[in-house]
């Protein structure tokens, strides 16, 4: 592995954890924990971005993603006696696909500004539409998973 891509993955690792911090702040999480949100976010993104340079795709990255941040905190939470949401969800921020969501906002926009290029901008809506889709869905599917097959015995009420 090149210095470079271990200088990226650090400064990804970092961002990550400001993004997560940020919103843990904007959902009014207790100031404590707003250090292991920062933790979990950059562990998160580093899994995805590892995972993604290993040629999984950006959906099996994503859930894989989720299911290590999911595992990582129904093991801590007991411990600290907070729900582990408070935790996953600010966790997961920086490994939603806004890039993609945006790409079909924008060619959802577009389409009306341009006729002649109408096919373009359908094929861009399906095309970025589904992949958002499909990562939003392996991101909840991801963060259930495991709380399933660790609280499997617990009652439901």
Do not use: W
């Amino acid at each position: 592995m090149a210095a470079d891509s271990v200088l990226s993955y650090l400064q990804d690792f970092f961002l990550s954890a400001v993004v997560s911090m940020a919103f843990a702040v904007l959902f009014v999480t207790p100031a404590k924990y707003i250090p292991l949100i920062g933790l979990g976010g950059a562990v998160c993104h580093l899994s995805r971005s590892v995972c993604l340079a290993a040629d999984l795709g950006i959906v099996a990255s994503s859930f894989i993603a989720s299911v290590v941040i999911s595992i990582i905190f129904i093991l801590i939470v007991p411990r600290i006696r907070v729900p582990r949401p408070v935790f996953t969800v600010s966790s997961i921020v920086p490994i939603i696909p806004g890039k993609f969501a945006y790409m079909t906002l924008l060619s959802m926009i577009k389409i009306h500004d341009n006729p002649g290029m109408r096919e373009q901008y359908i094929v861009s809506i399906f095309e970025n539409g589904l992949l958002t889709a499909f990562v939003m869905l392996a991101i909840g599917l991801g963060i259930a998973a495991p709380a399933l097959l660790f609280y499997r015995n617990r009652p439901v009420v």
